[in-house]
């Protein structure tokens, strides 16, 4: 397939990458290690590095066999990302390849520079002298690719390209590094690459390498075309929202959806007799035709809704630990379509809430996001609607978060409002499917102040009621009847 050179220029500089050309034009990477992170005491022996594009997310996995050609114990490894791909940066962990045991990653904001952002990575145990530690580092990203062209027939497989680094970035030498790049399917085209690289394509997979004495933040230009089958589902905004009640040992949760297909845009209208003509064309092809949820086991009540109102084209399937609810939309969803929906179910509470023993504290186990397959989020709003009496809580997450904050929420037979936390999140895919802990104390007089509350209601009807039927309206009457 032949794009023209106009189009694929304009299009690579939508990613505003062109630092990473200047960056390989001008030849200062190599004084990078002084000027930044000072004298270096480590260096890589060998790097693998796996560029995974076969899902609408990118990830990245980057082994490297690190040794210490200094005098003394090396304790931190930085780890760099380009600026432009630090900004779509959705989850970053460090492990130890030998052991499988998990490095502390953090972003180090000590070290400025324009054109990256600097991870540091503490080892654990210190690496002594002369000795090698594999170090793994696996990154996703999101919003990375875009579909190329823009825009595809209705039943017509849609194309991305990546632009990227054919070197594996790192703030060290290399004596050795090699690049696999794998996508969907055999069919792909490798735009551009560096001239001196070794190039090899077998089947799905792209072979960059191996490359010899690599400096450090050395870059290369990498384009590649690809076919990728199925939509590219995409949250805009999820808010969600979570009610306990230990009245009623109840957890509600209900879940509001902006939908939107990342794929290729529809290119004409949409066509409902060819839909209906060549279904299995449209489960192949680009359109999003339900939504797979995965909810608890116990969950009761459930609802899926829209603007228009109750959606009955959907369906429970039970697994051995829980439940699938697939939902079918009203239409199929192509590239650039979007849809609000919203959903929700009871649980019983006593499978998410214990006590402390000996104590007014409970601590609540719920999960951040159920995400849907293959989806990535943009904006979270989490609310956590706590007893009415509940106080001092404290919120524990399994990742950093943009705000928590907490209010009041005022519900049925509330008198006071009942505590409030709120959590915002960007950037979030399946990986931030994890469970968050809520510490709070609810003493035990806290239990009464409902019941207390409806039965100060219901005296005042009756008394209001006893009142009113004892007085008399007539005109000239007297007040109380006899």
Same mark, same amino acid.
């Given at each position: 397939?032949?794009?023209?050179?106009?189009?694929?220029?304009?299009?690579?500089?939508?990613?505003?990458?062109?630092?990473?050309?200047?960056?390989? *034009?001008?030849?200062?990477?190599?004084?990078?290690?002084?000027?930044?992170?000072?004298?270096?005491?480590?260096?890589?022996?060998?790097?693998?590095?796996?560029?995974?594009?076969?899902?609408?997310?990118?990830?990245?996995?980057?082994?490297?066999?690190? /040794?210490?050609?200094?005098?003394?114990?090396?304790?931190?490894?930085?780890?760099?990302?380009?600026?432009? %791909? &630090?900004?779509?940066?959705?989850?970053?962990?460090?492990?130890? $390849?030998?052991? !499988?045991?998990?490095?502390?990653?953090?972003?180090?904001?000590?070290?400025?520079?324009?054109?990256?952002?600097?991870?540091?990575?503490?080892?654990?145990?210190?690496?002594?002298?002369? #000795?090698?530690? /594999?170090?793994?580092?696996?990154?996703?990203?999101?919003?990375?690719?875009?579909? &190329?062209?823009?825009?595809?027939? /209705?039943?017509?497989?849609?194309?991305?390209?990546?632009?990227?680094?054919?070197?594996?970035?790192?703030?060290?030498?290399?004596?050795?590094?090699?690049?696999?790049?794998?996508?969907?399917?055999?069919?792909?085209?490798?735009?551009?690459?560096?001239?001196?690289? *070794?190039?090899?394509?077998?089947?799905? /997979?792209?072979?960059?390498?191996? %490359?010899?004495?690599?400096?450090?933040?050395?870059?290369?230009?990498?384009?590649?075309?690809?076919?990728?089958?199925?939509? +590219?589902?995409?949250?805009?905004?999820?808010?969600?929202?979570?009610?306990?009640?230990?009245?009623?040992?109840?957890?509600?949760?209900? #879940?509001?959806?902006?939908?939107?297909?990342?794929?290729?845009?529809?290119?004409?209208?949409?066509?409902?007799?060819?839909?209906?003509?060549?279904?299995?064309?449209?489960?192949?092809?680009? =359109?999003?035709?339900?939504?797979?949820?995965?909810?608890?086991?116990?969950?009761?009540?459930?609802?899926?809704?829209? *603007?228009?109102?109750?959606?009955?084209?959907?369906?429970?399937?039970?697994?051995?630990?829980?439940? +699938?609810?697939?939902?079918?939309?009203?239409?199929?969803?192509?590239?650039?379509? !979007?849809?609000? &929906?919203?959903?929700?179910?009871?649980?019983?509470?006593?499978?998410?809430?214990?006590?402390?023993?000996?104590?007014?504290?409970?601590?609540?186990?719920?999960?951040?996001?159920?995400?849907?397959?293959?989806?990535?989020?943009?904006?979270?709003?989490?609310?956590?609607?706590?007893?009415?009496?509940?106080?001092?809580? $404290?919120?524990?997450?399994? %990742?950093?978060?943009?705000?928590?904050?907490?209010?009041?929420?005022?519900?049925?037979?509330?008198?006071?409002?009942?505590?409030?936390?709120?959590?915002?999140?960007?950037?979030?895919? #399946?990986?931030?499917? $994890?469970?968050?802990?809520?510490?709070?104390?609810?003493?035990?007089? =806290?239990?009464?102040?409902?019941?207390?509350?409806?039965?100060?209601?219901?005296?005042?009807? &009756?008394?209001?009621?006893?009142?009113?039927?004892?007085?008399?309206? !007539?005109?000239?009457?007297?007040?109380?009847?006899?």
């Amino acid at each position: 397939m032949y794009f023209s050179r106009q189009a694929l220029v304009a299009f690579v500089a939508s990613l505003i990458l062109s630092s990473v050309a200047m960056a390989q *034009e001008e030849d200062w990477s190599e004084d990078v290690d002084e000027t930044l992170l000072g004298p270096s005491d480590l260096k890589i022996t060998n790097l693998l590095r796996t560029l995974d594009l076969s899902k609408p997310r990118i990830r990245e996995i980057t082994s490297a066999a690190v /040794q210490n050609v200094g005098t003394e114990n090396a304790t931190e490894y930085y780890h760099p990302v380009d600026q432009v %791909y &630090f900004e779509r940066l959705s989850h970053i962990i460090a492990e130890n $390849r030998k052991t !499988k045991e998990s490095l502390e990653i953090v972003r180090d904001d000590e070290i400025f520079d324009q054109e990256y952002q600097f991870f540091k990575v503490k080892l654990s145990p210190p690496l002594p002298p002369g #000795e090698k530690m /594999q170090i793994t580092i696996k990154s996703s990203f999101t919003g990375i690719v875009r579909p &190329f062209p823009t825009h595809a027939a /209705q039943d017509e497989r849609q194309r991305f390209l990546y632009f990227g680094n054919a070197f594996a970035l790192t703030a060290y030498s290399s004596d050795k590094q090699k690049t696999t790049v794998v996508v969907p399917n055999s069919n792909l085209e490798v735009v551009t690459y560096p001239e001196e690289t *070794e190039l090899a394509v077998k089947n799905n /997979q792209i072979t960059l390498g191996p %490359y010899k004495d690599v400096a450090g933040l050395e870059h290369g230009v990498f384009e590649v075309q690809y076919e990728l089958v199925g939509a +590219v589902p995409h949250v805009n905004h999820l808010r969600r929202d979570i009610e306990i009640s230990q009245w009623g040992n109840n957890l509600a949760v209900e #879940e509001h959806y902006k939908f939107e297909n990342k794929g290729a845009h529809l290119k004409g209208h949409f066509s409902r007799i060819d839909y209906q003509r060549n279904p299995m064309s449209a489960r192949d092809g680009n =359109a999003v035709l339900a939504f797979q949820m995965p909810i608890p086991k116990l969950a009761r009540d459930i609802y899926y809704r829209d *603007e228009i109102g109750n959606i009955s084209t959907s369906s429970l399937t039970h697994q051995s630990d829980h439940v +699938v609810l697939t939902l079918a939309p009203r239409f199929p969803i192509f590239g650039g379509w !979007k849809t609000t &929906f919203y959903t929700g179910y009871n649980v019983p509470l006593d499978g998410y809430l214990r006590r402390v023993p000996d104590s007014d504290k409970y601590i609540l186990k719920v999960p951040v996001i159920v995400p849907l397959k293959d989806t990535s989020y943009d904006e979270i709003d989490i609310r956590v609607v706590l007893p009415e009496g509940a106080k001092k809580a $404290r919120v524990h997450m399994p %990742y950093e978060v943009d705000f928590i904050g907490q209010s009041t929420t005022k519900t049925y037979m509330d008198s006071a409002g009942r505590y409030t936390i709120t959590i915002e999140a960007k950037n979030l895919i #399946e990986e931030h499917g $994890r469970d968050m802990f809520i510490e709070y104390e609810l003493p035990m007089a =806290a239990y009464f102040t409902k019941p207390l509350a409806a039965s100060a209601m219901l005296m005042a009807i &009756f008394a209001s009621s006893m009142v009113l039927n004892r007085l008399d309206f !007539k005109i000239g009457g007297s007040i109380l009847k006899k």
